[in-house]
């Protein structure tokens, strides 16, 4: 069970091994953020038509319709534990900023220097996402495929687009998520290749491809991030 269902699963939602993962941090995730009761109407797989941009530009118009502003790139400062922003003449009841954990440890280090070295040593997982396009569907179908770590896939998994966003587009579309940013186009389209023809049996062809490489993916959720949490 562990080895063909939790690793992969853990792989697939966190970008890491399960070796490497914070157990606390785990039993956080899944038993105290999201211990909340669901109705019976919400509960299953769902997911927006068109794609994840779907869900993002409409949580971003139902924002801004109950009044929130959105400001990119703004410098801002802790100064005596007030927060010092670059926003001339805005108004605001609340102010929330996004940003990595290496960048709040130089907003932190002049008023909370344990919490700056804290977060300075958080590390994080880099991963490429690969979506290739083809004119007829694989054999498979369904959400997707995780891919156990002793199969020695190249790819953490990979998923059926047209199969969990309707509408997606005209074109048959997977995405594999594979752990690194650094080979290139050419090398990681020769393991999605690789991969794709282990995973089908047989090599299937594609006619289009786009790499998105993310080199800050995802924070890693050991004992290092942790210590800031708790």
Known sequence: ?????????????????????????????????RSGKTSRATR???????????????LEKWLKEKGVEFKMSTAFS???????????????DALIVATDAHAAADIFAPVNS???????????RSLSSVTVASDTPGSLKGFGCLFPPDQEFSAYGVLFNP??????????????ILPTVNPSDDEVLA??????????GKS?????????RWTHALPLYDSVLEKVVH
């Open 1 to 33: 069970v562990t080895k063909y269902l939790i690793e992969p699963g853990i792989l697939g939602i966190f970008g890491a091994p399960l070796k490497v993962l914070s157990a606390r941090m785990l039993t956080d995730y899944f038993f105290k953020y």
């Open 78 to 92: 802790l100064e005596d534990d007030r927060l010092r922003v670059d926003l001339p003449n805005a108004k605001y």
């Open 44 to 58: 299953g797989s769902v997911a927006p038509a068109k794609g994840m941009q779907t869900l993002v530009i409409g």
């Open 163 to 176: 199969y969990i966003f309707k509408n997606s587009g005209p074109s048959f579309t997977e995405t594999w």
């Open 114 to 124: 344990h919490l700056s070295a804290q977060l300075r040593h958080v590390t994080y």
């Open 191 to 200: 393991m999605v290749t690789k991969d794709r023809a282990r995973l089908y």
């Open 204 to 212: 299937e062809p594609f006619h289009h491809s786009l790499i998105t």
